[in-house]
């Protein structure tokens, strides 16, 4: 996770210096770098690998949480450069992959209540993303009258 967390870091860097394609880079590296961690620990853990059973709760949670914290950096780098299309579209895949990693018997009852509550927190972030839209629509079709 030290991979991940150094692209999050340079990601954040360029966030705040309203640098957008290059949070954008950063955070889909961090992405990359979690991401077969996330599946080998979903699937492991609903399969029931003998060393996953030996992790500790927060310690099989926890490349879930990266993955969120990943992904919604990643859906605000994109709003905030214009793109709310592609923030909608990341949101919605990953509550995708969420929903079927929930949907794996075996799974364990830490990691299942894990993935409900960050993928309700996905939920938010696009019902946020939504109300967004709403308003910038608004404010231009007020413009045009």
Known sequence: MQIWQHWME????AYFAD???EAQHCYQQAMQDVWPVWLESTLG???????????????????????VVAVR????????????????????????????A?????????LYASL??????????LLHCADRL?????QTKTMLH
């Open 45 to 67: 853990a609903a399969a029931e690998s003998g060393a996953l059973q030996r992790l500790s709760d927060d310690e099989l949670c926890l490349p879930s949480c990266c993955l």
């Open 73 to 100: 950096n990643l859906a605000n780098s994109y709003r905030a450069a214009g793109q709310p299309g592609r923030s909608r579209a990341l949101l919605k895949q990953t509550q995708h992959w969420f929903c079927c």
């Open 134 to 138: 709403v308003i910038q629509q608004d």
């Open 102 to 110: 929930l949907q794996q018997p075996k799974l364990p009852a830490a």
């Open 19 to 21: 640098n957008w394609p």
């Open 116 to 125: 409900l509550k960050l993928q309700a927190d996905l939920q938010e972030a």
């Open 10 to 13: 340079l990601g954040n860097q």
